[in-house]
Structures are given as structure tokens and as C-alpha cells.
């Protein structure tokens, strides 16, 4: 590696380990996102830190984490006291469910690790270990606990993550976030230009997410798209030459920052943490079957706002976009999010007519969930409904099971359970 590209390169092997390491949590099933793991895990770390404390840890604005203590308490996973210094004060307790899920989540991060590291020998990898730490102390980055049950390497891609401000909205202190970076990165390092399908493909993150940075990248005269002869449907993007000033002066100024926090190292040293975290790239995806998630109610807005969100997406991606005022009801409404790793896998959404819940959209990922899947999620949203599991009234109107939204075999199984179906 020449000495003047060896910073570059090392900054490319933390995006792909963090790229790879996030794509195998995303096969193994865990009832934390990313965020909510990390929120526990600092909060477990410092038990009297406050909401204000993880703005400024996490760079995350003060409004989001609100909404995800709001959500972590509605969870169960925390509760809110009141301090005895202050009766105006609260602070945040685990509950026992709290630490259940925090427990599973250390093991969790010890099976990911445990994968993402397959191709390290034990003494490659304690040597990692060493120096991504030494790394992280050169960055500054804020302590943490090796926790009983996790790999070592997993409280150093914390520390690294928040060092870093992976999870807030400047990522490396520039004005993009990773997810913004990661999309212009990859557009970058395409020698014709991507398209679309591609990016989707390479993202972990959500079709509308990037398809809502990549409008404002053209906005903003970033990116160029343009379609290939004798394909106008497809559309291919590009850096402009704006936007490639912009990227190499992210990438100088992204370089010189590792630069600074590795002045400790010995340019064998930044090289050979460099090709270890190339390794964990290199390690083969494992063949995980996904069966694990979890069905949560909507109760608050960053949750009905993911909702819409993804019922749009499907719609859109279905062809069926010219329906929407048809799926989209103004009038109140329950919704239910079945995720898995941060990710929805499915929307039941009712509506009460007369007191009796309708079952008004069902939209489900049968790529990832089988029929099984499709059972529990209605057996559970409508308990959780009618605070029952049998003999009560639901109703389904046919145009959902015309739509394809529930299937005739779902519907006998569900009658077979002694509820009692009925159309409008």
C-alpha cells in the first residue's frame, strides 16, 4: 500500500466490516433494532445517564431519542422513576424484561462476531481486537464493558460506531450521515455509473430511504441519472462533478481523521488492521433461516410514520400505487409492525366498525414469512384487539381476500380457531 492511500483504505475496510457485520445481523432474529441495542447497552454502562447524556454520546437528535425511550418504555423494556433529589426529575430503570433483552442482545453480538470473524485464526483475531482498541483510544472514544456472554470484539465496534457517528446525522463530523455516505460511496466507486436495483441490492437499508437520498443528491446537484440505450425504464447514477469534489473531500478529510488517530501506529500496523478487517468481508454470509420476530403496536408517531412508510413501498413496488386512497384511511386506525432486526416484515392494520375490529390492510413479506408466520401475526394482532384468542367477531371484507391480502386457507384456519368471519 503507498503510505498516501493507507488511511483511504483502512477507512474503506471499517465501512465493509461495518456493512458486513450489520448484513448477518440482519439473518439472525432479535427483538432490538441496532439502535435500541446500543441504547440499552450505554444506558446499562452508566445507569444515571439521562436522555440529554445519549443526545450528546450518540449524536442522535434529542427528538429521536425521545421517541425511542418513549418506545423502549412502551416495550417494557424500561420504566420511568421519579429521583429522590429532585420530585421533578425522572431517570430510566431497566426492567426485568429490559434485561432479558439486553442479555440476548450480548449473545447476539457474540454470535455475529463469531461469524463476521470466521476466517481469523485466534491469534489474528485477539490481534484485531488490539488494534481496533488502539484505534478507538485514538479517537477517543468513550469507554465500554466487555459483557459477560459477548465476543471481544463487540464492545469495540460499539465504541467505534459511536466514535465515529454511525448511528447520528453527521457521520465523521461532515454534514451526510452513514447512510447518505454509503450511497454516494458506492456511486463513487462505480466506474460507469449504478443503477438503482444494484444500490438496493448493496444497501442494508430501505428502498424509500434511498430512493428518497437519491432525489435529493439531484436536487442538490450531486448525482446525475441517466438511462442506457434501448432501456429507458432503467436509470443509472453518477456523481456529478460537483458531487465527485464533494466525495474527495470527504475521503481527505475522513483519511486525515484516522490519520490523526492512529498517530501511534506504525504504517505496518495501519496495514495489517487494514487486511484483518478485510478478512471479515471476505468471510462466506451464513445460511441462516429467519424465523424469529416481533409484532409490535404502533404507539407513537416515529412507528405509524414507518407504517405508512412501508405500505406505501409495497403498494408502489406492486403496482398498485393508484389505489392508495383506497389502503390509506384518514379515520383512526390500529396498526401493527411485525419486525425482525429493524426491519418490517409485515403490516395488519384495523379499523373498528360498531366496536368490532375490520381487518383492513394485511401486507406481508411471504418471501421471508410462511403460512405459520401468517397465522400467528393475525392470531396475535386481533388478541391483542379483542383481548381474546377465540370466539369472537372479526370482520374481513372480500375485497382483502380478493386483494391477496389473506388467503382462503388463512381464512379457514382462523374460523377453525372459532373466530367468527364475517364480510361487510
Given at each position: 500500500?503507498?503510505?498516501l492511500?493507507?488511511?483511504?483504505?483502512l477507512?474503506?475496510?471499517?465501512?465493509?466490516?461495518?456493512?458486513?457485520?450489520?448484513?448477518?445481523?440482519?439473518l439472525?432474529?432479535?427483538?432490538?433494532?441496532?439502535?435500541?441495542s446500543?441504547?440499552?447497552?450505554?444506558?446499562?454502562?452508566?445507569?444515571?445517564?439521562?436522555?440529554?447524556d445519549?443526545?450528546?454520546?450518540?449524536?442522535?437528535?434529542?427528538?429521536?431519542?425521545?421517541?425511542?425511550?418513549?418506545?423502549l418504555?412502551?416495550?417494557?423494556c424500561?420504566?420511568?422513576?421519579?429521583?429522590?433529589e429532585?420530585?421533578?426529575?425522572?431517570r430510566?430503570?431497566?426492567?426485568?424484561?429490559?434485561?432479558?433483552?439486553?442479555?440476548?442482545a450480548?449473545?447476539?453480538?457474540?454470535?455475529?462476531?463469531?461469524?463476521?470473524?470466521?476466517?481469523l485464526?485466534?491469534?489474528?483475531?485477539?490481534?484485531?481486537?488490539?488494534?481496533?482498541?488502539?484505534?478507538?483510544?485514538?479517537?477517543?472514544?468513550?469507554?465500554e464493558?466487555?459483557r459477560?456472554?459477548?465476543?471481544?470484539?463487540?464492545?469495540?465496534q460499539r465504541r467505534?460506531?459511536?466514535?465515529?457517528g454511525?448511528?447520528?446525522?453527521?457521520?465523521?463530523?461532515?454534514?451526510?450521515?452513514?447512510?447518505?455516505?454509503?450511497?454516494?460511496?458506492?456511486?463513487?466507486?462505480?466506474?460507469?455509473?449504478?443503477?438503482?436495483?444494484?444500490?438496493?441490492?448493496?444497501?442494508p437499508?430501505?428502498?424509500?430511504?434511498?430512493?428518497?437520498?437519491?432525489?435529493?443528491?439531484?436536487n442538490?446537484?450531486?448525482?446525475?441519472?441517466?438511462?442506457?440505450?434501448?432501456?429507458?425504464?432503467?436509470?443509472?447514477?453518477?456523481?456529478?462533478?460537483?458531487?465527485?469534489?464533494?466525495?474527495?473531500?470527504?475521503?481527505?478529510?475522513?483519511?486525515?481523521?484516522?490519520?490523526?488517530?492512529?498517530e501511534?501506529?506504525t504504517?505496518d500496523?495501519?496495514?495489517?488492521?487494514?487486511?484483518?478487517?478485510?478478512?471479515i468481508?471476505?468471510?462466506?454470509?451464513?445460511?441462516?433461516?429467519?424465523?424469529?420476530?416481533?409484532?409490535?403496536?404502533?404507539?407513537?408517531?416515529?412507528?405509524?410514520?414507518r407504517a405508512?412508510?412501508?405500505?406505501?413501498?409495497?403498494?408502489?413496488?406492486?403496482?398498485?400505487?393508484?389505489?392508495?386512497?383506497?389502503?390509506?384511511?384518514?379515520?383512526?386506525?390500529?396498526?401493527?409492525l411485525?419486525?425482525?432486526?429493524?426491519?418490517?416484515?409485515?403490516l395488519l392494520?384495523?379499523?373498528?366498525?360498531?366496536?368490532?375490529p375490520?381487518?383492513?390492510?394485511?401486507?406481508?413479506?411471504?418471501k421471508?414469512?410462511?403460512y405459520?408466520d401468517?397465522?400467528?401475526?393475525?392470531?396475535?394482532?386481533?388478541?391483542?384487539?379483542?383481548?381474546?384468542?377465540?370466539?369472537?367477531?372479526?370482520?374481513?371484507?372480500?375485497?382483502?381476500?380478493?386483494?391477496?391480502?389473506?388467503?382462503?386457507?388463512v381464512?379457514?384456519?382462523?374460523?377453525?380457531?372459532?373466530?367468527?368471519?364475517?364480510?361487510?
Amino acid at each position: 500500500m503507498a503510505t498516501l492511500n493507507i488511511y483511504t483504505q483502512l477507512h474503506d475496510s471499517i465501512l465493509l466490516t461495518q456493512r458486513k457485520m450489520r448484513a448477518i445481523r440482519m439473518l439472525l432474529p432479535s427483538d432490538l433494532s441496532p439502535v435500541e441495542s446500543i441504547i440499552l447497552s450505554h444506558l446499562a454502562y452508566d445507569t444515571n445517564r439521562s436522555a440529554s447524556d445519549l443526545v450528546n454520546l450518540l449524536g442522535i437528535s434529542k427528538s429521536k431519542i425521545s421517541r425511542l425511550l418513549n418506545q423502549l418504555v412502551s416495550m417494557g423494556c424500561l420504566s420511568m422513576e421519579t429521583t429522590f433529589e429532585d420530585k421533578r426529575g425522572r431517570r430510566l430503570v431497566f426492567t426485568e424484561y429490559g434485561t432479558k433483552l439486553l442479555t440476548e442482545a450480548d449473545q447476539l453480538n457474540s454470535r455475529i462476531s463469531q461469524l463476521g470473524c470466521s476466517l481469523l485464526s485466534p491469534r489474528e483475531h485477539l490481534r484485531m481486537v488490539e488494534l481496533f482498541r488502539k484505534l478507538n483510544n485514538g479517537l477517543k472514544a468513550p469507554p465500554e464493558k466487555l459483557r459477560e456472554g459477548e465476543g471481544l470484539f463487540a464492545p469495540e465496534q460499539r465504541r467505534a460506531v459511536i466514535a465515529l457517528g454511525m448511528l447520528g446525522e453527521s457521520y465523521m463530523g461532515n454534514e451526510f450521515n452513514l447512510t447518505q455516505f454509503q450511497i454516494l460511496n458506492d456511486i463513487a466507486k462505480s466506474k460507469s455509473g449504478i443503477g438503482f436495483k444494484d444500490l438496493d441490492d448493496n444497501l442494508p437499508f430501505s428502498t424509500s430511504k434511498i430512493s428518497r437520498y437519491l432525489s435529493d443528491f439531484e436536487n442538490n446537484n450531486i448525482i446525475s441519472k441517466f438511462s442506457p440505450k434501448g432501456d429507458k425504464r432503467q436509470k443509472i447514477y453518477s456523481l456529478t462533478n460537483n458531487g465527485l469534489s464533494i466525495y474527495n473531500n470527504l475521503i481527505e478529510i475522513f483519511s486525515d481523521k484516522l490519520a490523526n488517530a492512529a498517530e501511534n501506529f506504525t504504517t505496518d500496523e495501519v496495514e495489517e488492521l487494514t487486511s484483518l478487517l478485510l478478512l471479515i468481508n471476505k468471510a462466506p454470509m451464513p445460511d441462516i433461516k429467519n424465523t424469529g420476530f416481533m409484532l409490535r403496536k404502533c404507539e407513537t408517531s416515529d412507528m405509524f410514520f414507518r407504517a405508512r412508510e412501508y405500505l406505501v413501498e409495497k403498494l408502489v413496488t406492486e403496482g398498485r400505487h393508484k389505489m392508495l386512497d383506497q389502503f390509506i384511511i384518514p379515520d383512526s386506525s390500529i396498526c401493527h409492525l411485525a419486525i425482525w432486526n429493524d426491519k418490517i416484515l409485515a403490516l395488519l392494520e384495523f379499523r373498528l366498525d360498531k366496536k368490532v375490529p375490520l381487518i383492513h390492510n394485511f401486507l406481508i413479506d411471504r418471501k421471508v414469512l410462511n403460512y405459520n408466520d401468517e397465522i400467528n401475526i393475525l392470531r396475535e394482532g386481533i388478541a391483542n384487539i379483542t383481548k381474546t384468542k377465540k370466539n369472537t367477531k372479526i370482520l374481513i371484507p372480500y375485497s382483502t381476500v380478493r386483494e391477496g391480502m389473506i388467503s382462503e386457507k388463512v381464512l379457514e384456519q382462523l374460523s377453525a380457531d372459532s373466530y367468527t368471519i364475517t364480510d361487510l
